[in-house]
């Protein structure tokens, strides 16, 4: 069986996909049933940065551009049927499909994306825009006809197509908007494949079929039903035949299982995720205000040691800082290793740590360790730091909560030290150093704390066009919030993707936050 496994494994890598070979023709109808183990907490895809939101809620609109699984790394358009860059770089205009239209049947054209944009950009008061630090140089946006959006830039910045296709930034009503900016956060309007139909909470979500959907023949499903359930049930599920897909990832025992039972109507792909859990440090909250203190906290994490093992029982592996491990523009290893907490030596990063904490004069340190109640990787990790610290006299009470609450509790700043994580949909660092910044400069910047050295090289590495000074930026920054430990990387994911192969049409990419609006997925009959 392990023979099989190991085919699949390199026919999903070679394919880059779900592993089929030849083209085959989409069969329509039928119910897409997946399993999702966490649930929004609110419906708005502005403030929301969580796969228990995209999962569930991405089918249901449309975005300006996009990635698809087939031309991954490139963007694809959505919304946009064309689009071209001044030579400047200075502004960018977007051509709209025409035809496109709401789920109440009233037509989407470029006031609705300008409105959707301006919220995001620069939200009302009141408003959570969790990616508004990534378009801080983006100026006006300009609407000269029904069809046709401008973004004016303030000065060039990098990736900005790729910035622009954001599975977050949902295209929603500017009439609604208009009525009440904060509707999208308790209702679904939008463009995409699929139609709201209910939400049970605890329970599940399902969607419809949407028949005036502007792209012909699409979407193939009837509909889709999302399960919120425990990451122990998606096993079972998956092995009995009532989920027909989980889009996050497995454990490497949960692939060992599902290929044993399933041989051959499973496909799998591993890879590199663009994801890491953080431990992040409230520096409102003394003692964690002392840089000492929350070096010495790093410093007691042996990452070497607990990417090796729970590499092969988790979604977690890899060691690298806030620029993913093999990404073009992380630390080389060998500078990585010299900052506190990534060395190699775990005993003499631990002395290191017990000397620290007696000269920041904290003597039997004890804190709430704020975690989310997923079992993987959040239970793993959080039960691996509390053997950490406890190595150097360190005391921590594990506090687990469902979505809702730990995110109420991390935003509102009500916690000691808390398991976060890094994640968006590529390895930009615009995207990826986001909880690395000042409060003031990102509503995610959860450690609550100032530094205007942090603020100004992300700021300077985003007007950074040549690839090379950009990269030397990056660096700087890297190390920088690294050594000052506001928050810092615990481990990064590794994504194995397990599917029956009757799913079709869909991509395991390097992001769970890419794919999934389910426009072109099919099920092959049973």
């Not at 994306?113 to 995001?120: H, M």
């Not at 028949?211 to 889709?224: I, N, R, V």
């Not at 909250?285 to 040691?305: E, H, I, M, T």
């Not at 919030?481 to 928050?487: D, E, F, G, Q, R």
Request: aromatic fraction near 12%.
């Amino acid at each position: 069986m392990r023979k099989t496994a190991s085919w699949l494994l390199a026919a999903a890598a070679g394919f880059g996909w779900s592993g089929i070979a030849v083209a085959e023709t989409p069969v329509r109808g039928g119910t897409l049933n997946f399993a999702v183990v966490a649930e929004p907490p609110n419906y708005d895809c502005h403030s929301n940065t969580t796969f228990g939101h995209t999962h569930p809620i991405a089918p249901h609109y449309s975005t300006l551009l996009k990635f698809h699984g087939k031309t991954y790394p490139d963007v694809t358009g959505d919304l946009a049927e064309t689009w071209a860059a001044a030579p400047d770089g200075m502004s960018y205009t977007f051509k709209l499909h025409k035809g496109i239209k709401f789920h109440d049947g009233s037509p989407l054209t470029s006031a609705d994306v300008k409105a959707s944009y301006e919220r995001i950009i620069r939200p009302p008061e009141g408003i959570v825009s969790a990616r508004r630090s990534y378009y801080s140089d983006f100026g006006d946006i300009e609407t000269p006809d029904d069809q046709t959006v401008i973004f004016k830039m303030k000065t060039p910045v990098a990736g900005v197509l790729q910035l622009l296709a954001s599975p977050f930034n949902c295209i929603y009503s500017a009439a609604k908007l208009k009525e009440n900016p904060r509707y999208p956060e308790r209702e679904i309007m939008g463009s995409g494949a699929f139609t709201f139909v209910e939400h049970v909470r605890g329970a599940s979500w399902a969607g419809k079929r949407f028949d005036q959907y502007f792209k012909p023949g699409l979407p193939y499903l009837d509909g889709y039903k999302a399960f919120f359930v425990k990451s122990p049930t998606v096993l079972t599920g998956l092995l009995g035949g009532q989920f027909d897909a989980e889009f996050r990832f497995r454990s490497p025992g949960e692939r060992d299982q599902l290929v044993a039972k399933l041989g051959d109507k499973v496909w799998v792909k591993e890879q590199p995720l663009t994801s890491a859990l953080i431990i992040i440090f409230n520096t409102k909250r003394p003692p964690f205000d002392n840089l000492k203190v929350r070096q010495a906290l790093s410093l007691a994490v042996d990452r070497w040691g607990g990417g090796a093992a729970l590499g092969k029982i988790s979604a977690i592996r890899y060691v690298g800082g806030v620029a993913r491990p093999g990404y073009e523009m992380a630390l080389p290893e060998d500078e990585l290793v010299k900052i506190p907490g990534f060395g190699k030596d775990a005993a003499a990063a631990r002395a290191e740590a017990t000397k620290l904490l007696k000269e920041a004069g904290v003597d039997k340190l004890s804190f709430k360790l704020l975690n989310r109640s997923a079992t993987d990787p959040y239970t793993t990790a959080g039960v691996y730091l509390l053997d950490q610290w406890r190595r150097i006299g360190v005391t921590a009470q594990h506090e687990q909560y469902e979505t809702a609450p730990y995110q109420a509790a991390l935003t509102g700043g009500n916690f000691d030290v808390a398991i976060e994580f890094i994640s968006d949909y590529t390895d930009d660092p615009t995207l990826q150093f986001t909880k690395m910044l000042s409060k003031r400069v990102s509503p995610v910047g959860y450690s609550d704390h100032q530094d205007d050295k942090v603020d100004n090289l992300y700021k300077a590495q985003q007007r950074a066009i040549d690839p090379v000074e950009r990269k030397r930026i990056v660096n700087e920054l890297d190390r920088h919030v690294l050594t000052m430990s506001y928050a810092v990387p615990f481990l990064w994911f590794q994504r194995i993707t397990v599917q029956p192969t009757r799913l079709k049409g869909w991509y395991a990419m390097p992001s769970h936050y890419l794919g999934q609006d389910l426009s072109d997925v099919w099920l092959e009959p049973k």
